[in-house]
């Protein structure tokens, strides 16, 4: 057992860089390294996120998500892992991983972590070990809401060929 240290930087459009190096047990989860992430930064737990294992131009592969989002699909198909169930060691396979963490879908915050040593004392559990620049309160980055919103072709009211708009719910010409 050893100690893995992760740099986990803040991918933001500001200029300030923001990171924190954090030291975890490499037989620890992804669960309790993306609980050490959002403590770091003072970010809420309470969101869904997915860590996806890298390589060196920042690809997203395998996911690891939060929680299990399979529904009953194919067994045979490839299932994300669940952070929980994932150990960490299990994932390392360059001595400087990368990892991608998104952080609350609406927002999109991405964390780009990078393993950057081994320390022989294995923690008994995740610490900060290092903080550099401010972290931005979570709910300053707005949700992309435009995403959630249903496009029309057009703002008028369509009708249909008979001349009848298509989403009219008026009941005012009947009596009830």
Sequence with gaps: MAGLKFRVLLDSKDKNEVFRDILISDSDN???????????YQFSNDQMASFYMSNDNWDKG?????FDMSFGEDQD????????TSII???IQDGD???????????????????????????DRPKTILTVGNA?????????DENLQFETESDEEEQDEF????????????DF
């Design 89 to 91: 060691r299990n994932f």
């Design 97 to 123: 991983q990368k990892i991608i963490l998104v952080h609350d879908f609406m927002r999109m915050w991405i964390f780009l972590i990078e393993l950057i040593g081994f320390e022989e004392a294995t923690p």
């Design 163 to 174: 001349g009848f708009d298509e989403f009219d719910d008026s009941y005012d010409q009947y």
């Design 77 to 84: 198909s490839i299932q994300p892992g669940v952070m929980s």
């Design 62 to 66: 395998h996911e690891i998500s939060l």
């Design 136 to 144: 931005p309160a979570e709910s300053s980055k707005p949700a992309d």
């Design 30 to 40: 992804f669960e309790s390294l993306y609980r050490a992430i959002v403590d770091a």
